[in-house]
């Protein structure tokens, strides 16, 4: 079992910033990779980055790339998530993912509750 906390959340003005955090615990043989996905009720929940958890390939959906950057930093068992020139469509609830390999070497996906980021003015 893996649990991951999310934090960072909140409203914000456009053009601003946020960073999101996500901390991960739990006992497994390896993580393999993580990633921040987002949701707008009526919509399905989209990815916006991920990064295996060497921290040496990240990848992102096209309407972030160049504003937000995903970040491991595996001593503190967290994933962060930095949004900078912050627009109104980014406003969702954004979900830590994790995947794992666990101890019988099965994969395994976790999710986080959910953090709302909420960008108006």
């Known amino acids: 079992q893996v649990q991951l906390v999310e934090s960072g959340g909140g409203w914000v003005q456009p053009g601003g910033s946020l960073r999101l955090s996500c901390v991960y615990s739990?006992?497994?043989?390896?993580?393999?990779?993580m990633g921040w996905h987002r949701q707008v009720p009526g919509n399905q929940r989209e990815l916006v980055a991920a990064i295996i958890s060497t921290g040496s390939f990240t990848t992102y959906a096209d309407s972030v790339k160049g504003r937000f950057t995903i970040s491991i930093d595996n001593a503190k068992k967290t994933m962060y998530i930095q949004m900078n020139s912050l627009k109104p469509e980014d406003t969702a609830v954004y979900y830590c993912?994790?995947?794992?390999?666990?101890?019988?070497?099965?994969?395994?996906?976790?999710w986080g509750q959910g953090t709302q980021v909420t960008v108006s003015s």
């Open positions: 739990g006992s497994f043989f390896s993580l393999n990779a």
């Open positions: 993912n994790v995947n794992v390999t666990s101890y019988y070497f099965t994969g395994s996906a976790y």
